[in-house]
């Protein structure tokens, strides 16, 4: 029986990064692990693979449409789907390599196998028994199901399904309008395919800034993606490789059938926590399926959770900064995560990202705030490069001047938020951003403008 500091059960961004911190703080780690490869949904069937499709596929588009307006003249490149797969999984294992590294480097044990805990302090791994003073649970999520809609990961795929697909289909249906299903949808429409999002709900991407999701909307609709709103899936029908999508309206309850090569279930994620043994040690659960902690602890002394499976925005990074929170803990010292500060990003063309509070949101609080917007219309950059349809938009209080939320839809979105979040990490105003130099000709000026609105007035709207 090996003993150990911590064991952290799964090796995805909240347990790799907790591991590598517990170590350097010099904590003797060990990370449970039954994937061949390391770093969990998000490296090896998530965000990382992804983001490579969408850039593959981005890349496609521009050579289509925008390369002959730069004078780049020339017959368009086809598509080798093969190959297109094999450069996403070279980028996967190139990640995933990269982690088994750091583990060596900071001496992290890898046990490898599905863990379970079958008593306070210990953890199994097949077969061997392992002791540990703190116990991590940080085994993710999976996807969401859907009464009426069975996955077969061939005609009805979960996102892993989507992401190996063994060729382009010509119809799409996507049921669910929010970041995963936008983003392989995406994809998919730069490919070829006819794409149609069903979703629930009246407006695509919950919880995001009203003005950001319209504007969102529209755009995605210039790119050929169809939206059917305000649609209940009734259920989903498979014969010979094809599909049949069954939805009812909820303005008039009429039933429509949407014929489909493929349909992809993204209606959300949950907690990933089975064969964990949790019920027979008696750890609280939230209603909604979460782990229930206070401060990362479960009501077990010495077992912790973090990511995907406790209350929270199910993100990668806000995994990992738990994951160094609760670390710091572990050591003796203060681990803190500011949960007001976690951006949120859409990987799409344009990107779209956010933090803080949505104008929604501020409203139904009944905050007196003041909005800076500013286009990226007005932006040279963003023009040069035929991604002009965005906007910045920052929301301050209205007394303090001091950052209460932004959200930006257009090019390099997911990286410009990061300098609100500094912003508001330091409690800063407007003002302050207003006042700050900014390089021209950048993306970033945009940000500089709103900020600018919410005072005297942009320079170049």
């Known amino acids: 029986m090996a003993s150990f500091d911590v064991i952290i059960i799964g090796a995805g961004p909240g347990g790799y990064v907790c591991a590598i911190r517990c170590a350097q703080l010099g904590l003797k780690a060990a990370v449970v692990e039954g994937r061949e490869t390391l770093g969990g949904t998000c490296l090896n069937v998530g965000c990382i693979p992804s983001k490579a499709l969408l850039h593959a596929t981005h890349s496609l588009h521009e050579a289509e449409h925008n390369f002959v307006k730069m004078g780049l003249k020339g017959k368009s490149p086809s598509v080798d789907w093969a190959q297109m797969q094999a450069y996403k999984q070279e980028v996967v294992d190139g990640n995933t390599k990269g982690i088994e590294f750091l583990f060596k480097k900071n001496k992290i044990t890898w046990l490898k196998g599905w863990g379970s805990i079958p008593e306070a302090g210990k953890v199994k791994v097949g077969d061997e028994v392992h002791e540990a003073k703190s116990i991590v649970i940080a085994t993710g999520s999976e996807p969401s199901s859907l009464p009426g809609v069975e996955v077969d990961e061939k005609t009805v795929v979960t996102s892993t399904g989507a992401l190996v697909l063994n060729k382009v289909p010509k119809s799409l249906v996507v049921i669910g309008a929010g970041v995963i299903g936008l983003e392989m949808g995406s994809v998919y429409a730069r490919l070829g395919s006819e794409v149609t999002v069903v979703e629930y709900l009246d407006a695509i991407t919950p919880g995001m ?3 950001v999701a319209k504007a969102f909307q529209r755009i995605l609709g210039k790119q050929g993606i169809k939206f059917v709103l305000g649609a209940a899936v009734q259920g989903v029908a498979t014969k010979g490789g094809k599909a049949k999508v069954t939805y009812k309206l909820s303005k008039n309850d009429a039933e429509v059938v949407l014929d489909a090569d493929c349909v992809l279930v993204a209606t959300g994620r949950k907690p990933f926590i089975e064969g964990l043994g949790l019920e027979a040690l008696g750890v609280e659960m939230e209603k909604r399926g979460q782990i229930k902690t206070d401060h990362f602890a479960t009501n077990i002394k010495g077992l912790y959770a973090i990511g995907d499976a406790i209350v929270g925005p199910m993100l990668a990074h806000k995994a990992e900064d738990e994951g160094m929170a609760l670390a710091e803990s572990l050591a003796g010292k203060a681990g803190h995560v500011n949960y007001g500060v976690i951006p949120g990003v859409v990987y ?12 929604e949101q501020l409203k ?6 003041k909005v800076g917007k500013f286009s990226f219309m007005g932006n040279a950059r963003a023009k040069a490069i035929f991604q002009a349809e965005g906007f910045v938009k920052i929301l301050a209080d209205k007394e303090t001047d001091r950052i209460l939320g932004a959200h930006i839809i257009g090019p390099m979105a997911g990286d410009l938020i990061h300098e609100v979040c500094v912003a508001m990490e330091f409690g800063a105003s407007a003002q302050d951003l207003a006042l700050t130099c900014h390089a021209h000709p950048t993306y970033s000026e945009a940000v500089r403008e709103a900020a600018l609105a919410c005072g005297d ?3 170049h709207a």
Do not use: L, M, N
């Open 364 to 369: 139904e609080e009944g905050r007196a705030y």
């Open 457 to 459: 007035g942009a320079i």
């Open 348 to 359: 799409t063309t344009p990107e779209v990202a956010s933090v803080g509070k949505t104008e």
């Open 209 to 211: 800034d009203g003005d």
